[in-house]
């Protein structure tokens, strides 16, 4: 049996594949067409490129089932949380990143490794032997997502998702805006201030929803239909939802108060998350936008404090495509009717930076187990990357599966817990011990090479 793997794709999860294999003493190809075959949202050919957030969201591992999966990834030596750990920016209670200094680690770190070979060409047809892992996210390009419905016999499901625009920071007018987390949550002063918010009174909200409502968008091809993931909707769909919704997501007034005015409490209030070290760029935090580029000129200087604003990076939208995978993958992440494939990342319907991670590392240590003919049971259902992967490759329903976050309804009950919001507490605290426990217990029994510290 080859012990050669091959990868396809160089985002969250294939940088995590491949890491997990080189790691296990695997050689491996690292398959990315970028920057020869450019895709509309990515900028540069680096590997693990953040293209709609810097954001891996919450990073509370006893409350939250984000940062659960933040925690086994760390025990796992997983790259992607050592990258987002050397390049952290204050984000109060989540894990955002200096996107450029982290995906260039990344690329250093994966071209340097001696199992690792970098090849810079398309694949676009799915091979007969060998063994392959395919990582290519929402932007597998045309050629190979058609090779892959031909093989899989069904067409592959598609939505859309938007992007956020950025901001410079010195183009803010800070007599307007201010900083500060919600709530003021995080342990130091820097991270109490993450935040730099824009109020906004109750004509003016009135106002940017009606521009907002009025604004040119991107239209679709012919026999496009925009199914969105709701984790990922832009900021016009959730206004035609209605005209309270904003105010109610990501432009909701609580836990904060105006530094320039404390008696007065916002109608509505846009944040903005640093989204690199030097603190010269900023992201509008939950504002995906299929706004034409005019239009988001307009529209998003009505905000007070960015009147003035000058983008480093508009806002845009672009087609995704997953697999129905609990119909199509095993319990390993194989294709059914290819075994030596695996899928990995956001292809296999799972949705964020943090999920398509977490499942490039099991694709990564399950092939390599392979390889070293060495199999390893499945991970546990009780742990956070047990649940997803069940979830995903079995436990969803396939005649309506859709894009999946991680979270505690994917999670089996513990028993003799309360429900409802009066035990949620207790009840989170219960599923992140277990799934401690059941993470590290498996990754003691499957360790592949002895030298690592799992």
């Known amino acids: 049996m080859s012990k050669t793997l091959h990868i396809v794709g160089g985002g969250m999860a294939g940088s995590e594949a ?23 949202a990515h900028q540069s050919g680096d590997f693990g490129e953040m293209v709609c957030s810097n954001s891996f969201r919450s990073d ?18 997983g790259l992607i949380m050592e990258m987002a750990d050397k390049h952290r920016l204050p984000a109060g209670g989540a894990l955002a990143v200096d996107r450029e200094a982290f995906a260039g680690s990344i690329t250093e770190r994966l071209r340097s490794h001696p199992n690792i070979t970098v090849d810079e060409g398309e694949i676009t047809a799915l091979p007969d032997d060998g063994n392959w892992i395919f990582a290519t996210g929402p932007l597998t390009s045309t050629a190979l997502g058609q090779a892959i419905a031909d093989v899989t016999g069904a067409e592959s499901l598609a939505f859309f998702d938007a992007i956020a625009p950025i901001i410079y920071f010195d183009s803010i007018d800070m007599s307007r805006a201010w900083m500060q987390s919600r709530y003021d949550k995080g342990e130091t002063e820097e991270e109490r201030t993450a935040y730099l918010n824009c109020p906004m009174d109750r004509d003016q909200y009135e106002a940017f929803i009606d521009a907002l409502l009025a604004a040119d968008k991107t239209e679709f091809h012919d026999g496009e239909t925009a199914t969105y993931f709701d984790g990922c909707l832009p900021i016009e769909v959730m206004a035609e939802r209605g005209r309270e919704t904003l105010r109610f997501g990501p432009m909701k007034p609580v836990g904060l108060t105006n530094a320039h005015a404390p008696d007065d409490k916002p109608y509505a209030v846009v944040q903005l998350r640093r989204d690199n070290a030097l603190g010269t760029l900023y992201n509008i935090v939950g504002f995906q936008t299929k706004m034409k580029y005019g239009a988001q000129n307009e529209v998003l200087r009505m905000i007070p404090g960015l009147e003035d604003a000058s983008f480093a990076r508009l806002g845009g939208i672009h087609r995704n495509t997953f697999l129905n995978s609990p119909t199509l993958l095993d319990s390993q992440m194989r294709l059914r009717s290819h075994p030596h ?32 003919e060495h199999p390893i049971s499945d991970p546990p259902q009780d742990s956070a990357m047990g649940a997803l992967i069940h979830h995903i490759t079995g436990g969803a329903e396939a005649k309506t599966f859709q894009p999946m976050n991680v979270n505690f309804g994917l999670f089996r009950p513990v028993d003799g817990l309360k ?9 989170y605290k219960a599923y992140t011990d277990r799934a401690k426990n059941a993470w590290q217990g498996w990754l003691d029994e499957t360790a592949l090479d002895p030298t690592q510290s799992v």
């Open 18 to 40: 491949a890491w997990q294999a080189a790691q296990s003493g695997i050689s491996v190809i690292l398959h990315e067409m970028r920057p020869h075959v450019g895709t509309f």
């Open 60 to 77: 509370d591992s006893e409350q939250n089932a984000v940062g659960l999966l933040h925690w086994e990834m760390r025990a796992a030596n």
């Open 341 to 372: 494939i695996r899928f990995a990342g956001q292809i296999t319907g799972v949705e964020g930076y943090v999920e398509s991670a977490a499942m490039g590392l099991l694709a990564g240590r399950l092939a390599s187990a392979e390889l070293l």
């Open 419 to 427: 429900g409802g919001r009066r035990g949620r507490k207790d009840r």
